[in-house]
């Protein structure tokens, strides 16, 4: 007979010899549950062999064998109502409670604050730096400021080299909390600098910070959040640094240049606080081999009626299976598909113009003769970015990723096509005057009706730049912002994925930095058309890559979209040799 049941098992070890303790071990596990109710049939069996087999070795009094029988026939019929092989923890144990779970994540994502805020510094301080009433020592040319707002991406970049380190090295905690420090010693020297090499180097400082958090704290919301919320919660680092950009747009209306920087230290100091109480991630804590420490911090993070067994032997599962991928299997289409996807969607994500349109947004519309206040321009746009990114998060598993992307390619082609014509300045080639038809309109103070529609029509064109920058940030924020995060998620494999990542946060970063520096340089030269022309180009790429070379991943389970770079045509995976083997 190979079925075994618990009260079958407890009478016939009774009718043995044995210690009483041996015999009502064989009722619970290691893990305090029935050994019935969690282990595998074959363990089972094999267990109880061995302990009849080992419980004949001692003689047993009559009145023990007596209380042991009972209590073994008080558990058997408890296990009699419920299925032998599927017994679920109660409510009580599965009870999850995620309040603790989202101030550790409020506590990590302020970093993402700190980092779009730091972004975007130079789009209200390079005016007053660039104006003749600046201070001589800090007054900037063309190409001192174009360094000023690109020198935060090489910061970015060997921040985010340097983080990967650390996250094997101390942790994801610890990599947060260390990015404080360049972020405190840059703001510092921004706030008060003296002198041109202080604000450069205050400036990559925060770039380094900024690195460091974009390349740890989304790994750390993974690993301490459950399935049922880390979507949710995996979007809050872009809508935190979203929400930091708009921060500091609104604190430009009205906060001096320097106190800018030192309102940037608040975030950072804040966030070092409130980590120190919250606890390491349970992953990082199994890796390492400190069990107890892991159920301590999970049990933290759960609440206090969590069972966190199931939980902790999935995840040490995880750990144990990984392994590190070689030189050889990068060779195969599983690999390297994904990754060069991933790296190309980076560049391209780039290429778009994003990053020189954020941190110059300002100088951007001063050009652009708009007829509000650039600053305010700012803000309104900086207001828009988080109304989008909170409709992509609300679209991105109903629409699909490859609609979003079609969607967010196209808005933004209309709208660099749109800033490309209205700000070419070309002059027409000499030759004959065409004839003035507005001559004989006269706009005199004294034709009241001519001057409305004079106004009306200054206040329609100024306008058009403002609504079209407007439309390119909607569809950034859409589709190419945070779709590119979320598909190398998806798409990137395990064992490859640290290395992957870094060479798309490096590639990603250097781009950024040539397009950012190259920026102010073609503005001077040729004006805006210049690189508006470029972004339109590139937004073109951005339709036929996402057309051509994206899989849609909605709905697919990381099997079937490995499957899909495996085959190169399907996402549905063959079963038939598995069947085969198991039947």
Request: hydrophobic share 45%.
């Amino acid at each position: 007979m190979v079925e075994w049941s618990l009260d079958r098992c407890s009478w016939e070890l009774g009718s043995l010899s044995g210690s009483v303790e041996l015999a009502l071990s064989v009722s619970v596990c290691r893990t305090g549950k029935p050994r019935t109710a969690c282990c595998p049939l074959e363990h089972q069996v094999h267990y109880f062999s061995k302990c009849r087999d080992k419980i004949n070795q001692t003689p047993l009094r009559k009145a023990d064998i007596c209380h042991r029988t009972a209590v073994q026939s008080t558990a058997a019929d408890m296990d009699e109502k419920s299925p032998l092989l599927n017994r679920r923890p109660t409510s009580s144990e599965s009870q999850i409670s995620n309040s603790k779970l989202f101030l550790a994540v409020f506590a990590a994502v302020l970093g993402n604050f700190s980092f779009g805020y730091s972004l975007v510094y130079p789009s209200p301080v390079l005016p007053k730096l660039k104006s003749p009433d600046a201070d001589p020592r800090l007054r900037m040319n063309t190409e001192q400021a174009a360094w000023f707002g690109s020198i935060y991406t090489l910061g970015a970049a060997a921040g985010g080299l340097g983080a990967m380190l650390l996250n094997d090295m101390i942790g994801r905690k610890l990599s947060i909390m260390m990015s404080a420090v360049p972020s405190t010693i840059g703001y510092m020297l921004l706030g008060g600098a003296v002198d041109l090499w202080m604000l450069q180097v205050g400036r990559f400082l925060t770039g380094v910070a900024g690195g460091m958090t974009a390349a740890s704290i989304p790994v750390y919301i993974s690993e301490i959040s459950h399935k049922a919320v880390r979507g949710a919660l995996g979007s809050c680092p872009q809508i935190t640094a979203v929400f930091g950009a708009l921060a500091l747009y609104a604190l430009g209306l009205v906060v001096p240049w320097r106190w800018l920087a030192v309102a940037g230290e608040v975030p950072a100091v804040v966030m070092v606080v409130l980590l120190t109480f919250m606890p390491c991630s349970p992953r990082r804590l199994l890796s390492l081999g400190r069990e107890q420490e892991a159920e301590k911090a999970l049990r933290w993070l759960r609440g206090k009626h969590y069972d966190t067994h199931i939980e902790l032997s999935a995840i040490q599962h995880s750990i144990s299976t990984q392994s590190k991928v070689t030189l050889s299997q990068l060779a195969t289409p599983v690999y390297y598909r994904p990754i060069i996807i991933s790296v190309v969607m980076r560049f391209l994500q780039q290429m778009t113009g994003i990053t020189p349109i954020l941190v110059y947004l300002e100088p951007i519309f001063s050009q652009s003769k708009v007829s509000l206040e650039p600053r305010y321009e700012a803000a309104i746009v900086g207001a828009v970015r988080l109304f989008s990114v909170a409709v992509a998060a609300c679209l991105m598993d109903r629409a699909g990723r490859k609609a979003l992307l079609y969607m967010s390619s196209l808005l933004m082609f209309l709208s660099s096509l749109t800033l490309t014509m209205i700000s070419h300045t070309t002059p027409c080639p000499p030759g004959p005057a065409p004839p003035n038809l507005t001559a004989s309109l006269d706009y005199s103070p004294n034709n009241y009706t001519g001057n409305i529609l004079y106004a009306s029509h200054q206040t329609s064109a100024d306008l058009i730049p403002l609504i079209s920058t407007v439309v390119f940030i909607f569809g950034y924020a859409m589709g190419w912002g945070p779709i590119t995060w979320l598909l190398m998620s998806e798409v990137l494999p395990l064992v490859a994925r640290g290395v992957a990542s870094g060479l798309c946060v490096t590639v990603s970063w250097l781009t950024a930095f040539m397009l950012t520096h190259a920026f102010s340089h073609l503005v001077d030269s040729y004006g805006l058309y210049v690189p508006y022309l470029c972004f339109t180009v590139v937004c073109v790429f951005c339709l036929l890559f996402t057309a051509v070379f994206i899989p849609e991943t909605r709905n697919r389970s990381l099997e079937e979209i490995e499957n899909y770079f495996r085959t190169g045509r399907t996402f549905t995976i063959n079963r038939s040799h598995s069947t085969a083997q198991s039947s």
